[in-house]
């Protein structure tokens, strides 16, 4: 996507999501973790948003991952954690991902007894948390859960 960070030796990130397995609780297993592009970002905000706007959101990445727990009630947990080229870069995507979420589902982020706002969803709750350049993107079944988690992902 940047051929000229290629060029030039630009390495990603190295971005390392936290295996919450025994912090979390033992009925959720670990199901799958990979790194997450800025090909992934794009993708993930031009389902719900213009591809411009996608496109500017996603140009800071420096690194990312995921890592997506599972109950066998089939609840799902889904830990994003994406590292930026700078704050201003973090602010971007940290508002792009809220305003594409809000679009996803018709509803606002809304503060909760967390630091954190939170979406209420069919799907679950929304967590997008940013600390200096990283951003947690969570998702889980519950507020409390998903903001906990946001927390421990960005090491706070």
Known sequence: MHPEKYLSGEQPVAVVVPDLSGTIGTDW???????????DVKTILSE?????????????????????????????LLMML?????????????SAMGTSLEKRYGEKFVFTSGKAPILSTVDGAWSV???GNSVAV????????????ADLVLGL
């Open 129 to 131: 948390e940013q600390h």
């Open 138 to 149: 969570v998702m889980s079944p519950d507020a409390t859960l998903a903001g906990s988690v």
């Open 82 to 94: 994406l590292a930026w080229d700078s704050s201003v870069d973090a602010d971007e995507f940290s």
């Open 29 to 39: 297993e670990s199901v799958d973790e990979d790194a997450l592009g800025e090909f």
């Open 48 to 76: 719900n948003l213009p591809a411009a706007q996608a496109t500017r959101a996603a140009a800071g990445w420096g690194g990312g991952r995921y890592r997506y727990y599972q109950r066998p009630d089939g609840s799902v």
